[in-house]
């Protein structure tokens, strides 16, 4: 099974896109720093996912909500039922 999710940024108003196997131990990487583009803006938590069971389909997921990341689109996702607090 893999995840798509969304992070918020703790620090300011920003947000991170990804899929993995492993949602914890991804989590637990941006928030130590062992993530280039997210470790400025520590803390991060989890706000919104969608499980697939391809590694592919998954990632094409990824690549559709970043293709309308900070649009009209973007924004009603993030505030759908999916989403999620920590």
């Known amino acids: 099974m893999y995840t798509v999710y969304i992070l918020r940024s703790n620090k300011c108003e920003r947000y991170y896109i990804g899929h993995t196997s492993d949602i914890e131990k991804r989590l637990v990487e941006h928030n130590s720093g062992r993530t280039q583009s997210t470790k400025p803006y520590i803390p991060w938590e989890i706000i919104y996912t969608e499980e697939y069971a391809t590694k592919s389909e998954a990632y ?6 970043k293709s309308y990341k900070s649009g ?9 039922e999916r989403w999620q607090s920590g």
């Open 72 to 80: 009209i689109k973007f924004h009603k996702l993030v505030n759908s």
């Open 60 to 65: 094409k997921r990824e690549q559709e909500i």
